[in-house]
């Protein structure tokens, strides 16, 4: 099987389950200061979301279970919030449905084309770790497609101090399942090299969190 199959599959099965790794319960348990570290970390880069303020027409890439499509509810008029699965949607859709700011798509983010001009601000957590580098040209040219003149991109992924330099990763469901799935660390300064955009890229306290905002060249 394709490995972008395979991620996609292990983030349909991972569906009921994503949430145990957010909040670090079951087999995600931290012990209490790591614990408190990561919250932290998260407190810290929802601060920095909401210092970036991502107001008028959002589109959420990767949008999973929705936590950080609730967050963005705060700011935005309205958000598209697009994933693979239809199973993380669900649980996005029961988390965020009520406000009436969401509209949910399922579609392979890799082969769906969003409208042209149509945003304010593109978002995606946990995602840029996932695209291939042969798809990267390709997703960055997507998103500065769907954004507006004045637009902007905030993004939020993991951190690992070390460039590691194998791409794709081995990850095992509760059940005992394997997939081979992407992931790469960004560091900053690569995300602040990336081609035809001027981004701010910076790093969680606790050195957890990744994040960087900023705008295409026009």
Do not use: C
């Amino acid at each position: 099987m394709d490995i972008l199959d395979q991620q996609r599959d292990y983030y349909r099965h991972r569906a009921p389950e994503y949430d145990q790794w957010w909040r670090r319960e079951g087999r995600y348990t931290l012990d209490e200061q790591a614990r408190q570290d990561w919250e932290q970390d998260i407190a810290e880069v929802a601060r920095a979301l909401d210092t970036f303020a991502p107001t008028g027409d959002v589109l959420e890439l990767a949008a999973g279970t929705g936590w950080w499509t609730e967050r963005l509810t705060r700011h935005a008029t309205h958000i598209t919030a697009v994933d693979a699965n239809t199973e993380t949607l669900d649980l996005n859709r029961a988390r965020t449905g009520a406000t009436g700011k969401v509209t949910y798509r399922q579609a392979d983010i890799f082969a769906w084309n969003p409208p042209e001009s149509a945003f304010d601000t593109v978002f995606f957590a946990y995602w840029l770790s996932h695209v291939p580098a042969e798809r990267l040209a390709a997703f960055w040219a997507k998103v500065t497609h769907a954004l507006r003149p004045a637009g902007r991109v905030f993004l939020i992924d993991s951190y690992h101090p070390d460039r590691v330099p194998d791409d794709r990763q081995l990850r095992r469901l509760s059940d005992g399942r394997e997939f081979q799935i992407v992931k790469r660390y960004w560091q900053p300064t690569e995300l602040e090299a990336t081609p035809g955009w001027h981004l701010t890229a910076g790093v969680s306290t606790h050195r957890q969190i990744i994040h960087a905002a900023g705008a295409p060249e026009r």
